[in-house]
């Protein structure tokens, strides 16, 4: 079956610097979603990526989706406390509806 | 509407009782999803729904879980003689077809003693 990978597992950093979580899949993707988990709380959707190459923006956020659709990226300018979590990406296979997460990458933010 | 709703949101029972969890989606959407959520790892694939039809079910997923949406709208998760394995953050998630993007409920945390 399909599997999804994220790395690195847990990310720390200080205030200020950046941060990159990498995700990928065994399988050709129909698109791929990014999702943010705060302590306690449940997945809340950041974006979805469809074409092969795309590359969205949100303020310091940038989502990028491989050429081959089987990898993506997320990439934080000038991490903010704000940004505790865990990031997770999950995968829409083509063959169907089923959305398959990675093991997300848990960030936390010295001040 | 305000959003995905479970119930109920945390229980405790003992090993070999039954279980029954409850979610009720954004009602406009016809896709409903079930993940089952241990500390440090990402949600993992239980089951779905488009309207009443269970269209798919994890092979993960032993013959105690079974999942119902009787009318297209809330669903039910029960798990029989539930294990201490069992334990872990059953979250419901529910979305438009057209778009993919799941909306997530609260979760209910199950804990088997």
């Known amino acids: 079956g399909q599997q999804v990978m994220q790395i690195p597992q847990y990310q720390h950093v200080q205030e200020g610097e950046d941060f990159t979580t990498y995700c990928n899949s065994s399988?050709?993707?129909?698109?791929i979603q990014w999702y943010k988990q705060r302590p306690g709380g449940h997945p809340v959707f950041l974006i979805q990526l469809v074409k092969s190459g795309e590359v969205k923006k949100q303020k310091r956020l940038t989502f990028q989706f491989g050429e081959a659709k089987k990898n993506s990226s997320l990439h934080i300018t000038a991490t903010q406390t704000t940004d505790v979590g865990t990031y997770f990406c999950?995968?829409?296979?083509?063959?169907?509806?089923?959305?398959?997460f990675g093991e997300g990458t848990q960030l936390t933010v010295n001040p | 509407d305000t959003g995905v709703s479970q119930d109920p949101r945390h229980k405790i029972t003992k090993r070999g009782q039954n279980v029954t969890f409850r979610c009720d989606p954004i009602s406009e959407h016809n896709r409903l999803y079930w993940y089952r959520q241990t500390l440090g790892q990402g949600p993992e694939f239980l089951t779905y729904?488009?309207?009443?039809?269970?269209?798919?079910k994890s092979r993960l997923l032993s013959d105690r879980f079974s999942a119902e949406r009787p009318k297209g709208s809330f669903s039910t998760l029960e798990i029989q003689r539930t294990e201490q394995g069992d334990s872990a953050m059953y979250l419901c998630?529910?979305?438009?077809?057209?778009?993919?993007?799941?909306?997530f409920g609260q979760g209910t945390r199950l804990t088997v003693v």
């Open positions: 999950a995968g829409l296979e083509t063959s169907g509806s089923r959305l398959t």
């Open positions: 399988t050709t993707l129909s698109n």
């Open positions: 729904f488009q309207n009443e039809a269970q269209l798919e």
């Open positions: 998630a529910s979305s438009l077809p057209a778009h993919f993007e799941a909306f």
